[in-house]
């Protein structure tokens, strides 16, 4: 039975394939369209995934919808009523797209599919599922469980913002829920719109803030913003906020509060914003322990799976992992909305047809989020030439041999290879890579590479049998999302003037042997190589490992600030061209950037949008 799972019409639109169970495909549209957080309909990641599973449009069985549109329209006006006459301007601004479309989306999915050569009786096909159960199933069914507790939180849903769900074999069942407009999301990103950035785009950016600040606002928040339970439960005071009838996610109050409006985006970055940042991720993972601590005791079940927006959040899963209150973790890698599509589809599966599933209880069927599209060598070579490229076709081992010289020589690497990530995260497949050991590297890379903010850090990709070598874990995190510190015997001893010194001065002050990845606290955000999900990339570190004796290497996503990852070996190119990248490894094709014709050079520092 194949069962297509969608996303779609709010932000990061994705589709996805599964079979009798079985993860074939998924694929934000995003990544196609070149136009981040793409909300549209996913048509290209649709042709995609019929395609990977070699599967004609007549031969899915369901669509499967991520949320309820008539539930989301309900929650929509139970609130301009309840809030009204404030927040017409906003009542007035989404009434109409929602009468002209949403409030019909099975006909505008009919008619969008039907484009795409399903047949007239495609809306016989429909189903809908509930969203905080999409994002349940997306963590539940592909984990190695058999048994979990299954914690969902985001900004909102139809009316859910955090879900308590319970998973057992086949069967997934949601037994509590927070509902609007109480959300720690919400909360999350009010701090995130306040403090300059750009809300459901910038909240990793207050994340990696953080660190940078001390929570001196964590009080304030916890005292006025909102009151959290013994058990992790919570309302917020919407008396400072303006996202139930406003534009804006804070509101006069809220500044008042804190002392200041929200910072433009166009300025300066100051002290105040890292405390701010500091302070609503110390109350995020507060909030998330207590929920956490109260599902272990109360259930006693030993394994935690998680979704939703908020489980992005890797510090905050880190320390859920570090507390011990359950034995294991999974979290689904493409957590937020794009996660969704693959929810439905496991829930119509599993839920709606009662397909059986099979957990091994060691590794899960994410396949390592490698989901996307693939380009056989030919393409590539085809592509790379179309371009205007110059490159070298090598042997599996002079390639890996190659790119390992390279990192050793401390150059940018483009490492485009097998299929695409599924999620937000470039595990591998669509990445930029970089000499961990290299002091300078975070700054090159973020400043010359990627044109984006200078204290965002990157992630260590590590070989998974030498991840406790480096790191105070030893667990498995292949998807980026847990964040552990580095080992004490690795890190440097900093000066009393180093110590002295303040938010963004911290920045370039190396704190480790491998200062790349070592953000200021010595944490990092791991992501563990495994041989089994991508032999290539774990031959390249094996490779740089023996030319330097370092098992870590630098890995961001292989495109610049407000671009989606690159898609295609064109795309690829494009990146490579626009950047200071200096050598580029597209299947077995190597290019480096003394070669290519000076003429084809792009300008990416201002091809985009800010994110």
Same mark, same amino acid.
């Given at each position: 039975? &194949?069962?297509?799972?969608?996303?779609?019409?709010?932000?990061?639109?994705?589709?996805?394939?599964?079979?009798?169970?079985?993860?074939?495909?998924?694929?934000?549209?995003?990544?196609?369209?070149?136009?981040?957080?793409?909300?549209?309909?996913?048509?290209?990641? $649709?042709?995609?995934?019929?395609?990977?599973?070699?599967?004609?449009?007549?031969?899915?069985?369901?669509?499967?919808?991520?949320?309820?549109?008539?539930?989301?329209?309900?929650?929509?006006?139970?609130?301009?009523?309840?809030? =009204?006459?404030?927040?017409?301007?906003?009542?007035?601004?989404?009434?109409?797209?929602?009468?002209?479309?949403?409030?019909?989306?099975?006909?505008?999915?009919?008619?969008?599919?039907?484009?795409?050569?399903?047949?007239?009786?495609?809306?016989?096909? #429909?189903?809908?599922?509930?969203?905080?159960?999409? !994002?349940?199933?997306?963590?539940?069914?592909?984990?190695?469980?058999?048994? =979990?507790?299954?914690?969902?939180?985001?900004?909102?849903?139809?009316?859910?913002?955090?879900?308590?769900?319970?998973?057992?074999?086949?069967?997934?069942? #949601?037994?509590?829920?927070?509902?609007?407009?109480?959300?720690?999301?919400?909360?999350?990103?009010?701090?995130?719109?306040?403090?300059?950035?750009?809300?459901?785009?910038?909240?990793?950016?207050?994340?990696?803030?953080?660190?940078?600040?001390?929570?001196?606002?964590?009080?304030?928040?916890?005292?006025?913003?909102?009151? $959290? &339970?013994?058990?992790?439960?919570?309302?917020?005071?919407?008396?400072?906020?303006?996202?139930?009838?406003?534009?804006?996610?804070?509101? @006069?109050?809220?500044?008042?509060?804190?002392?200041?409006?929200?910072?433009?985006?166009?300025?300066?970055?100051?002290?105040?914003?890292? @405390?701010?940042?500091?302070? *609503?991720?110390?109350?995020?993972?507060? #909030?998330?322990?207590?929920?956490?601590?109260?599902?272990?005791?109360?259930?006693?079940?030993?394994?935690?799976?998680?979704?939703?927006?908020? =489980?992005?959040?890797? *510090?905050?899963?880190?320390?859920?992992?570090? @507390?011990?209150?359950?034995?294991?973790?999974?979290?689904?890698?493409?957590?937020?909305?794009?996660?969704?599509?693959?929810?439905?589809?496991?829930?119509?599966?599993?839920?709606? &047809?009662?397909?059986?599933?099979?957990?091994?209880?060691?590794?899960?069927?994410?396949?390592?989020?490698?989901?996307?599209?693939?380009?056989?060598?030919?393409?590539?070579?085809?592509?790379?030439?179309?371009?205007?490229?110059?490159?070298?076709?090598?042997?599996?081992?002079?390639? #890996?041999?190659?790119?390992?010289?390279?990192?050793?020589?401390?150059?940018?690497?483009?490492?485009?290879?097998?299929?695409?990530?599924?999620?937000?995260?470039?595990?591998?497949?669509?990445?930029?890579?970089?000499?961990?050991?290299?002091?300078?590297?975070?700054?090159?890379?973020?400043?010359?590479?990627?044109?984006?903010?200078?204290?965002?850090?990157?992630?260590?990709?590590?070989?998974?049998?030498?991840?406790?070598?480096?790191?105070?874990?030893?667990?498995?995190?292949?998807?980026?999302?847990?964040?552990?510190? $580095?080992?004490?015997?690795?890190?440097?001893?900093?000066?009393?003037?180093?110590?002295?010194?303040?938010?963004?001065?911290?920045?370039?002050?190396?704190?480790?042997?491998?200062?790349? *990845?070592?953000?200021?606290?010595?944490?990092?955000?791991?992501?563990?190589? !495994?041989?089994?999900?991508?032999?290539?990339?774990?031959?390249?570190?094996?490779?740089?490992?023996?030319?330097?004796?370092?098992?870590?290497? *630098?890995?961001?996503?292989?495109?610049?600030?407000?671009?989606?990852?690159?898609?295609?070996?064109?795309?690829?190119?494009?990146?490579?061209?626009?950047?200071?990248?200096?050598?580029?490894?597209?299947?077995?094709?190597?290019?480096?950037?003394?070669?290519?014709?000076?003429?084809? &050079?792009?300008?990416?520092?201002?091809?985009?949008?800010?994110?």
């Amino acid at each position: 039975m &194949k069962i297509l799972g969608i996303s779609a019409f709010y932000h990061d639109s994705a589709a996805a394939l599964v079979e009798d169970g079985r993860i074939v495909a998924a694929a934000q549209e995003e990544r196609f369209t070149r136009k981040k957080h793409d909300a549209g309909f996913p048509e290209n990641a $649709v042709r995609f995934c019929l395609a990977q599973g070699g599967c004609t449009p007549e031969g899915v069985d369901f669509i499967a919808f991520y949320d309820k549109p008539f539930l989301k329209f309900e929650r929509l006006l139970e609130t301009y009523l309840t809030f =009204a006459p404030r927040g017409f301007g906003s009542f007035r601004m989404a009434m109409p797209i929602w009468l002209r479309e949403k409030l019909f989306l099975k006909d505008l999915l009919a008619t969008n599919l039907k484009s795409l050569g399903f047949g007239k009786k495609v809306a016989d096909r #429909v189903l809908f599922s509930e969203h905080h159960l999409s !994002h349940a199933a997306s963590a539940f069914f592909p984990s190695p469980f058999e048994d =979990a507790v299954v914690l969902t939180m985001d900004g909102v849903g139809e009316w859910a913002t955090t879900s308590v769900a319970f998973g057992h074999g086949k069967d997934l069942e #949601v037994h509590r829920e927070i509902h609007f407009p109480h959300s720690i999301g919400l909360l999350y990103s009010a701090f995130t719109y306040y403090t300059g950035f750009k809300v459901n785009s910038g909240e990793y950016k207050v994340m990696g803030l953080a660190p940078y600040g001390e929570p001196r606002f964590a009080q304030q928040i916890l005292d006025h913003l909102i009151d $959290v &339970k013994p058990d992790g439960s919570f309302r917020l005071d919407l008396d400072y906020f303006d996202y139930c009838t406003g534009l804006t996610m804070t509101n @006069d109050r809220f500044h008042s509060l804190f002392g200041a409006p929200p910072r433009k985006p166009e300025e300066r970055l100051t002290q105040r914003e890292m @405390d701010l940042a500091a302070s *609503v991720q110390a109350v995020t993972e507060e #909030v998330v322990l207590r929920l956490t601590r109260s599902l272990a005791t109360e259930t006693g079940k030993r394994n935690l799976c998680l979704a939703g927006g908020v =489980a992005l959040n890797c *510090v905050a899963n880190g320390k859920v992992l570090r @507390d011990g209150k359950f034995d294991d973790l999974w979290i689904q890698p493409a957590a937020g909305d794009a996660g969704g599509a693959l929810g439905a589809a496991l829930a119509a599966c599993h839920l709606y &047809k009662g397909q059986p599933r099979h957990a091994n209880g060691t590794s899960d069927s994410m396949a390592g989020s490698y989901l996307g599209p693939a380009f056989e060598q030919a393409e590539c070579e085809r592509q790379l030439a179309q371009c205007g490229a110059k490159f070298s076709v090598l042997s599996d081992d002079e390639l #890996v041999s190659e790119c390992a010289r390279s990192l050793a020589d401390g150059k940018a690497l483009g490492w485009f290879q097998g299929r695409m990530e599924f999620g937000p995260r470039a595990l591998g497949g669509r990445s930029i890579l970089g000499d961990a050991r290299s002091p300078s590297m975070q700054s090159v890379l973020n400043l010359k590479v990627k044109y984006r903010e200078s204290f965002r850090p990157f992630a260590p990709s590590v070989l998974r049998e030498r991840v406790s070598d480096y790191f105070d874990i030893d667990h498995d995190s292949p998807y980026m999302l847990l964040v552990a510190d $580095v080992r004490e015997t690795r890190r440097r001893v900093m000066s009393e003037a180093e110590q002295a010194l303040f938010g963004i001065e911290k920045l370039n002050v190396p704190r480790s042997d491998i200062p790349a *990845v070592t953000h200021v606290d010595y944490s990092a955000r791991i992501q563990t190589v !495994h041989r089994d999900t991508n032999p290539r990339y774990h031959a390249l570190i094996s490779a740089f490992e023996e030319r330097t004796g370092c098992a870590v290497i *630098v890995n961001t996503s292989f495109n610049v600030r407000g671009e989606p990852i690159v898609c295609t070996p064109a795309d690829a190119f494009r990146c490579f061209m626009g950047t200071e990248i200096e050598v580029l490894a597209v299947g077995n094709c190597l290019l480096r950037k003394e070669d290519q014709d000076p003429s084809l &050079k792009q300008n990416y520092e201002t091809a985009f949008e800010l994110d």
